[in-house]
């Protein structure tokens, strides 16, 4: 049963990298025609999708990564879910950021945070040792330092 739902949380994982790819790909497509005019990253527009893509991927990392601790789950059905949401969750932060990168004409920044997001994606990865760590109870009476 273990590996049906490590099965599963891979779909969802490579299912992140292929939606990324795609992402490339059209915005790569969308900046190779002539009349594409990209934002302008010192312009009002550009400033504003800077800020919500830099607030988003710095509260959707951490909240992403500590949903397993948050919501605790004690069977197998709730933690793929609780799984999938924090793939979802810091996962599609790349596509946005890659995205953002070409919208504002090659700007350097979006492409360290689509960076930051594929590293922090890369933790995301389920393995059954991960799971068994995670399902384990803690014992109360451990010491937490």
């Not at 009002?44 to 605790?72: C, D, E, R, S």
């Not at 070409?102 to 960076?115: C, E, F, I, K, S």
């Amino acid at each position: 049963m273990e590996e049906k739902v490590i099965k599963h949380l891979n779909w969802c994982y490579y299912g992140i990298m292929v939606f990324t790819l795609v992402i490339l790909s059209g915005m790569y497509y969308l900046t190779s025609r002539p009349d594409f005019e990209p934002f302008s990253p010192m312009e009002q527009v550009g400033m504003i999708l800077q800020y919500m893509a830099m607030g988003l991927t710095l509260i959707a990392i951490p909240f992403g990564l500590y949903t397993v601790k948050l919501f605790k789950p004690d069977t197998l059905e709730k933690y793929e879910g609780v799984a999938a949401q924090r793939i979802l969750v810091v996962g599609l932060t790349m596509p946005m950021n890659i995205a953002l990168y070409y919208l504002l004409g090659n700007y350097q920044p979006m492409m360290w945070l689509a960076a930051m997001s594929a590293v922090a994606w890369y933790f995301t990865k389920p393995t059954l040792g991960k799971m068994e760590q995670e399902m384990t109870p803690k014992d109360p009476n451990e010491p937490t330092y």
